[in-house]
C-alpha cells in the first residue's frame, strides 16, 4: 500500500462542501472550522485513512487526481471546466507523444491535464501574452510535477507560434479568429483544432476564420452539468447549475 | 510531413454527415453515393489532402482521433458518449501508468481510449459476462493498436475481480450495487470509482451501496450536450438533441 | 354529466402515440391500424367513456384542451409549443378583456390561445402577410369557436398597426426590428411586448431596436422541456428532446 | 389613456434588478438607494411615465401583468415559477368558466393567476391543511382583485374534495399519491389533472398512483429556463441558472 511521503499531496476531506489540496510537511499545521489538523501525522499514513482534528473531527485521506488540483489553482482568469476539458482532450486525440500548442494558458489548468497525457513523449507550449497568468500558471502547474513536458511562452499568439507540425492546438483567447491563420501553419495536415470562446458572437467569428483559413469538419458544441441530490424518496437535481461556461469549436486542417 | 502507409487509418471526409473510417490497403475501393473512392491512391498522400472519386468529388484524407474512432466501433450494447467519457477520465484521472478496472466492456469504447492513455506502463483490466460483447468489442479495439494494454476478462464482477490495488475502477453494469463491494476490495486506498446508469433509481442503489461499503466524497452528475449551428446572421442550436444518456456516480473509498 | 353532441370534438385516444381530434357526427367512421371507430357511437356518451374499433380495440374519449386543438393544427409554418406560449401568455398577462395585437399569424396556434383566454371583452388582432397563412389558420382556429374574438388582417405589420392602446403586442416574424416602431406606437405605456426568434441574431437586433425605440426592461431566455420515462425501477429522461424552438424577448414601453 | 388612480398598483423599474410593485397612495413614500420615491405624485400620471426620486434619479411607471405580481407575494413555501405555471394553465385548459380545484394553495400564486383567467364565470377551490399558508395566500391574492373567483379550504385534500365535476385538478402537495383517488372523485370524465412535485420518488408513487386509479395519458416532464445576455458582440447565456423546480404530471381521468 502506498505510504504518504513528504511532499506529496493529499485531498483532505471533511465533506462534499469542504475538502482542500494538502501537502504533506513535517512542520504543517491546517487549521480549519473543525479545529487544527496535524498535517505532519499525515506522513507514513496510507491515502484512505483518516486523520482527527485537534477537536476530534474525522478528516480522510483522499488521493488527488489531475481534476482535484485544478479547483486549487489560483485563478486569475476563468479557469476551464472538467466537462469541457474532457471533450477537448478527446475530441483532440491528446495522449501520449502529441505536440500540442495552446494559447492562452490562464490558469494553467489545461495546460496541466494535457501535460500529464502526453507523458512522456510528448509536450505541450503554451502561449500567454500575460506575463502575470504565465507565472501564475507555473506556480499552479508545479503541484502536479509535469513541468518537464510544458514550455511556457510569453508570446503574443496573433503573431504566429514558433512550432510546427503541431498534432492538436488549442484556443482560448478573446479573439481567436486572429489566431487561426497561425493555427493553420503550425498544426499537422488533417489534425484537430479547438477553440473555447464565452460569446455567440465569438464563434460566429471563429467559425468564419476557419471557413477562409483552410479549416474543414467544423462544429460547435456547448456541453451542461447537472447535479443530481440523490437519497431515496429525496432524489432530485440541485436547485441550482452552472448554466454557461463557454461554446467550443473543432475543426480539421485541410491542404486547399 | 507524415505520409500515409499501408494499414494506417484515415477518416475519410465528404461532409459532417458523411464521413468514414477506412485503412490505407493497396487492394481497397471504397464506395460512396458520390463515387468510388480508390483508396488505394491514399497511400502516400499525407493527411490533409485531398483524394477525387470516380465521378469527381472531394473527398478529405483526416486524421483520426481515438473519439473518431469510437464511431466506428460495432455496438451490440449502448456506447458511451465522448461526453462522458471525457468527465470520467477527469474525474477518475486515469492517464501514464495508472492501472485500471473496468467493467462491462460493452463495445470497448472506453476500454480504448482508456488503453490510450495509460500507455506505457498502464494496464486496463475489462471485464464482461457476455462473450458475445467481449470478441466484439476486441476486434473493435484492434484498430487503435492498444491491445497490450488492455486484459479481457469474460467473467462475471459480481463475483469479484482478481486483480488489486487499482487505480481506478469503472462500473457501467445493470446492477453496480452488485459489484460494488467487490470494487471496494480491488481499488487502493483514497481512490476513485465512477459507475454509469441510465436510470435514476440505479443511481439510488449504487449510492446506498457506495455508502455501506466504505465510499465517500459521492456526487452524482448527469451531462447534456448541445450542438450549435453557427453561420453568420443565422446561428441557433440545433433542433434536436440527445437529452439523455446516463447519469455518472463518483466516489472514493476510505479505510472505515 | 356532459354528453357529447353533434359537432363536439373528442380527443380519440389509443395510447401516448396515438391520439386523434375528430368532430362528432353522425356520419362519421374513423379508420386506424387498430380498426374502424364508429364516430356516429360517440354522440350520447360521456367524456371519459370508452369506445371500441370494429377490431375490438379500446379507444377512450377524452376531454381536448386549447393546447391538444393545437397538435392538429395545420402547420404551414413553425407551429409554437406549449412551452413558449404559456410562458408568452403569463408574461404579458393575457387574459379577460385584454386587446392584444399579434403578427404572424402563422398556424393561428397563439392566436387561438390567447382568444380563448380573453373573453369575453378582448380582442386579438393578428396581422399575417401572408393570405395562405391566415386563411389555414382561420380554418385552424374554427375548431375553437373563438372567432368572434379574433380580427384577422392580411396586411404587413412593417407598415404599421390599425389599433392603438394596445394591452399587449406579440411579434413571431423573421425581422421583428422592423415592426417595434410601430408597435410602439400601438402599445400603451407600460405594457408589456414580446418577441418570438429562432436565432440569436435576430434576437440582438430585436433588443436593439427596443432599446431604441423606448422599450425597457428587456429580458431574453429561452425554455427547454424534457419528457421523463416514468417506471417503478426504470424511470429516466427520454433518450432524445427538441433542443431549440426560438428565443423569447419580453420588454416594456415607457414614455421617452 | 389610462390615469393610475389610488389604489392601483405601479411597478416601479429602476433597472433590472431594481423595480418594485407598489400601491399608488395619496401618503405614500417609497425610500430606495437611489432616493426617495414619491409614490403619491404618481397619480394622475400615466403608466409608462418617469417619477423622480428626491435624489434625481429616474424611475418608471409600469403595469404589472399577473405574474409581476407573484414575484411579491410573500413566500412561506416555495412559489411556482411562471415556466410551469404557464404549462399547467395551457395543459389543463384553464380558461374563462372552468371549474378548477387545487391542493395545496402554497403562497396562492397559480391559484391567483388560474382566477384571473376563469373570469366571470369559472372558480377556483382551493385546500391548504396549513392555516398560515392560507391566510398569506388571502392576504397575497388580495392585490389581484380575483378574490371573488375563489374559495379557500382549510381542509386536509386528503379526506377529499367537497367538489364534483371540476374541468381541472392541480396537486401541489408533498404527497400527491394520496389525494389521487379523491381527485377522481371529484373530476368530470375526460378531463386533465396535473401535480408538481420537486422529487423523482414522488413522481414514480403518484404516477402508479394514477395508473391504479383510472387516470390515462400520462406525461411526465421537466422545463427549464435559460437567461440570456443579449449584447451586440457580447451575447451568452448568463453564467448561472435554476437547474431544477419540480417535475409536472399530467393525466386524464377516464371511467375504468
Known amino acids: 500500500m502506498d505510504k ?12 462534499n462542501r469542504r475538502e482542500w489540496l494538502v501537502k504533506a510537511s513535517k512542520e504543517k499545521e491546517f487549521h480549519t472550522h473543525k479545529g487544527m489538523v496535524p498535517i505532519r501525522e499525515v506522513i507514513g499514513k496510507s491515502y484512505g485513512e483518516r486523520i482527527q482534528s485537534a477537536l476530534g473531527y474525522d478528516f480522510w485521506l483522499l488521493k488527488p487526481n ?7 489553482f489560483k485563478r486569475l482568469t476563468q479557469v476551464i471546466y472538467p466537462k469541457d476539458a474532457g471533450l477537448i482532450i478527446l475530441k483532440l486525440g491528446i495522449g501520449p507523444g502529441k505536440k500540442v500548442i495552446e494559447t492562452g494558458t490562464g490558469s494553467g489548468a489545461l495546460t496541466a491535464l494535457m501535460a500529464n497525457l502526453v507523458k512522456p513523449d510528448g509536450h505541450i507550449y503554451t502561449y500567454d501574452m500575460n506575463k502575470r497568468f504565465l507565472n501564475s500558471a507555473k506556480k499552479n502547474i508545479r503541484k502536479l510535477k509535469v513541468d518537464n513536458y510544458i514550455t511556457f511562452k510569453n ?11 503541431a498534432d492538436a492546438i488549442i484556443l482560448d483567447v478573446a479573439d481567436p479568429w486572429s489566431v487561426v491563420p497561425h493555427a493553420y501553419e503550425s498544426l499537422k495536415g488533417g489534425c484537430s483544432i479547438a477553440s473555447f470562446s464565452p460569446t455567440i458572437n465569438q464563434v460566429e467569428k471563429t467559425v468564419t476564420a476557419l471557413k477562409e483559413n483552410g479549416f474543414i469538419s467544423m462544429e460547435s458544441i456547448e456541453t451542461l452539468l447537472r447535479e443530481i441530490h440523490v ?4 432524489t432530485r437535481p440541485l436547485s441550482r447549475m452552472i448554466s454557461h461556461t463557454g461554446y467550443l469549436t473543432f475543426a480539421k486542417k485541410i491542404f486547399v
Chains 1, 2, 3, 4 share one sequence.
Open 155 to 165: 508570446l503574443d499568439a496573433r503573431e504566429g507560434f514558433d512550432e510546427k507540425d
Open 231 to 234: 437519497e431515496e424518496g429525496k
Open 4 to 15: 504518504i511521503k513528504e511532499g506529496d499531496y493529499v485531498l483532505l476531506y471533511f465533506d
Open 66 to 72: 489531475s481534476s482535484d488540483f485544478l479547483s486549487t
